[in-house]
């Protein structure tokens, strides 16, 4: 019986939440499209579920297009705390054991409160400074039923998309995938054992210190970090800190985890690095992005295309890196890519904005319905994130320079050198035995041309405007031979004495007559409707 009232208890809440998400759906009119400030709008309007899904969902440039993703970059969860019996609760559960066995105190006040989790000091029975994170009690069920509430009030509104570009159903299953990840502290704890294992050999970078007996998929021990944060312009100068060397440390490790390592920290903003006794701390790693060897060598031939304005390396990237929806057309590409050129002009390396040039890249591939890594609109957010602190603190330091020092020495050390080397030496002597057959090949072509057997296959690609044009152009030719065609025989019919007669002359003329002329009208409206 009980469990017969929960049930409906849990159903009627369901569907009171669905007529809540329907009720703001409808106040925001969202038939009538979805703006980047409306989108933000809706998300705060929902609660704070929906605002934790907006920030999710502004790193993933890759689905939506650049402006919601910098309008969405605008929420803040500013949200109630936990009460601390349900903190208690849930460390206890996690634990098996009341918190006193483990804990000498732990601050009733949170250091921080999130929609998934918030964050208390601690100390332990030990005496280490630690912070525990503890997530929302019944979160995971909360955004489950959110998530799939959010489902139907999409299927019950009519089609809505996003410029045409996005599908709403694909958007939510998306965010639900990432959410999943984001809500494991196993998997934070994961990341932060490998980019501690990654970085332990870089003198100014240091990693919290995991308590892995604590650890759980909700509880989340780790050491106390102070320090300052790494914006704060006030202290570090009053504490000795040079602000150039931090900028420079900070870009320069940033730079490394994304090239050498392949794993780097998708949100670098301010509040998840911090400076303590002269090294740089990276907190907060339940969001890390991952590009594979074969990506990162894309990339930098990318940004050395557009810093040679080569318009054929960088398409040759773009079309290695990505996914297709469809066929890819070359040409639009290509001149895409070119309008890029034409924005950066022959810029100098070291004066090119990357993150700009990452964002810019992204957003020409998403117009070609390119699929792009997902490793690879993190890094885009990352790289934007970098570019605000570096401008905060010492505007000065050039991201680009910094970049191209760590690859130039990235490229004459452990061993690099020799296999750019053979790298190069193959491509050598591929050129040159592909070299050695062009005199037959010439000689072929000129036979093939003496005996009129020489073939050219064309593949043309025409605008969208001009197809329509010449689709156009035929149809109105093939209807002006209609008419052409019933003029002359309805005449040649109208001189002879066929029967029956109408209005004085053969019928089956005078249909002719009938039926050009409606033709004519439909030629005359449609050319007039279509305002072309």
């Known amino acids: 019986m009980a469990r017969e009232e929960q049930e409906k208890k849990e159903k009627s809440g369901y569907g009171e939440r669905l007529r809540e998400i329907t009720a703001v759906l409808k106040k925001h009119a969202i038939t009538r499209g979805v703006s980047p400030e409306k989108l933000r709008l809706i998300l705060e309007d929902l609660g704070p579920t929906y605002i934790k899904l907006g920030q999710i969902m502004s790193l993933r440039s890759d689905i939506l297009p650049k402006i919601y993703c910098d309008e969405l970059m605008k929420l803040?969860?500013?949200?109630?705390?936990?009460?601390?019996?349900?903190?208690?609760?849930?460390?206890?559960?996690?634990?098996?054991?009341?918190?006193?066995?483990e804990f000498q105190r732990i601050d009733e006040k949170p250091l921080g409160a999130a929609s998934i989790?918030?964050?208390?000091?601690?100390?332990?029975?030990?005496?280490?400074?630690?912070?525990?994170?503890?997530?929302?009690?019944?979160?995971?069920?909360?955004?489950?039923?959110?998530?799939?509430?959010?489902?139907?009030?999409?299927?019950?509104?009519?089609?809505?998309?996003?410029?045409?570009?996005?599908?709403?159903?694909?958007?939510?299953?998306?965010?639900?995938?990432?959410?999943?990840?984001?809500?494991?502290?196993?998997?934070?704890?994961?990341?932060?054992?490998?980019?501690?294992?990654?970085?332990?050999?870089?003198?100014?970078?240091?990693v919290p210190v995991l308590y892995r007996e604590y650890i759980s998929p909700h509880?989340?021990?780790?050491e106390y970090i102070d320090g300052f944060a790494i914006n704060d312009r006030a202290d570090l100068l009053a504490n000795g800190y040079d602000l150039n060397e931090v900028g420079t440390k900070y870009v320069d490790n940033f730079i490394k985890q994304v090239m050498e390592d392949g794993f780097f920290h998708a949100d670098p903003h301010p509040g998840n690095v911090r400076i303590q006794e002269g090294k740089i701390v990276w907190i907060d790693m339940g969001m890390m992005g991952r590009l594979t060897e074969h990506d990162r060598q894309l990339i930098s031939e990318a940004i050395e295309g557009v810093a040679m304005n080569n318009i054929g390396k960088i398409q040759d990237a773009v079309l290695a890196l990505g996914d297709f929806k469809g066929k890819p057309d070359s040409s639009k590409l290509y001149e895409d890519i070119r309008g890029l050129m034409e924005k950066y002009g022959t810029a100098d390396m070291g004066n090119i904005d990357v993150a700009e040039v990452m964002v810019d890249l992204m957003e020409v591939m998403k117009e070609n319905k390119i699929m792009m890594p997902h490793g690879l609109t993190m890094l885009a957010r990352g790289l934007t994130h970098v570019e605000g602190v570096l401008a905060d603190i010492c505007p000065d330091i050039n991201m680009t320079?910094?970049?191209?020092?760590?690859?130039?020495?990235?490229?004459?050390?452990?061993?690099?050198?020799?296999?750019?080397?053979?790298?190069?030496?193959?491509?050598?002597?591929?050129?040159?035995?592909?070299?050695?057959?062009?005199?037959?090949?010439?000689?072929?072509?000129?036979?093939?041309?003496?005996?009129?057997?020489?073939?050219?296959?064309?593949?043309?690609?025409?605008?969208?405007d001009l197809a329509w044009l010449l689709r156009r152009l035929v149809r109105n030719i093939v209807m002006g031979l209609w008419v052409m065609a019933l003029?002359?025989?309805?005449?040649?019919?109208?001189?002879?004495?066929?029967?029956?007669?109408?209005?004085?002359?053969?019928?089956?003329?005078?249909?002719?007559?009938?039926?050009?002329?409606?033709?004519?009208?439909?030629?005359f409206i449609k050319h007039f409707f279509s305002g072309k």
Not at 133 to 159: C, F, N, S, W
Not at 506 to 521: C, D, E, H, Q
Request: with cysteine.
């Open 76 to 101: 803040c969860s500013d949200v109630p705390s936990m009460p601390f019996s349900q903190v208690i609760e849930v460390l206890e559960e996690s634990m098996g054991c009341p918190w006193q066995e």
């Open 117 to 206: 989790a918030q964050v208390h000091r601690a100390t332990l029975k030990t005496g280490e400074e630690v912070v525990i994170k503890v997530q929302r009690k019944g979160i995971y069920e909360t955004m489950a039923r959110d998530i799939g509430l959010m489902h139907k009030a999409v299927r019950l509104m009519p089609p809505v998309s996003i410029k045409g570009m996005v599908d709403l159903n694909m958007v939510l299953s998306e965010l639900w995938t990432v959410t999943q990840e984001e809500m494991n502290f196993l998997t934070e704890a994961a990341n932060m054992a490998e980019f501690a294992k990654k970085n332990k050999d870089v003198a100014f970078v240091k």
């Open 219 to 222: 509880v989340l021990v780790m």
């Open 401 to 464: 320079q910094i970049a191209a020092a760590r690859l130039k020495e990235q490229l004459f050390s452990n061993g690099n050198w020799k296999r750019e080397i053979k790298k190069e030496g193959k491509n050598l002597a591929w050129s040159l035995k592909r070299a050695v057959d062009i005199p037959s090949l010439a000689a072929d072509f000129l036979q093939g041309c003496m005996k009129g057997q020489t073939k050219i296959n064309l593949d043309l690609h025409a605008s969208d």
């Open 487 to 523: 003029l002359i025989s309805s005449s040649i019919i109208c001189t002879t004495d066929m029967k029956p007669k109408l209005w004085g002359i053969p019928a089956l003329g005078a249909f002719g007559y009938v039926f050009a002329f409606i033709i004519v009208l439909y030629v």
